[in-house]
């Protein structure tokens, strides 16, 4: 089945870090770019950042910059978000992307 399963969601502190896993199956996930997209509660899906299929260049949203870093792991078809610094704003269910492939999603609150 082709798949993409976001996971690593949870409760965390304003400051705090978080990181998130995207398995990939199904497919070849090493022939593709892929995204982190997020959608924060009453609000649009948001663009966040997106990584080269050999990893090496990789794209952040402005406000993301210095704080997200995307990465994969080919071997193991997973990608990665690692959040530091996290803010209330950051609250949004997190996915991973490609094309028209969508995971279920991972919920990721930011609270104080």
């Known amino acids: 089945e082709v798949q993409l399963v976001e996971s690593g969601g949870a409760l965390v502190q304003p400051g705090g870090s978080l990181s998130l896993p995207c398995a990939a199956s199904?497919?070849?996930?090493?022939?593709?770019?892929i995204s982190w997209v997020r959608q924060a509660p009453g609000k649009g899906l948001e663009w966040i950042s997106r990584?080269?299929?050999?990893?090496?260049?990789?794209y952040y949203a402005e406000s993301m910059k210095g704080r997200f870093t995307i990465s994969r792991d080919n071997a193991k078809n997973t990608l990665f978000l690692q959040m530091n610094s996290l803010k209330s704003e950051d609250t949004a269910v997190y996915y991973c992307?490609?094309?028209?492939?969508w995971g279920q999603g991972t919920q990721v609150t930011v609270y104080s």
């Open positions: 992307n490609v094309g028209s492939l």
């Open positions: 199904g497919f070849t996930f090493g022939d593709y770019a």
């Open positions: 990584i080269s299929w050999n990893g090496r260049l990789t």
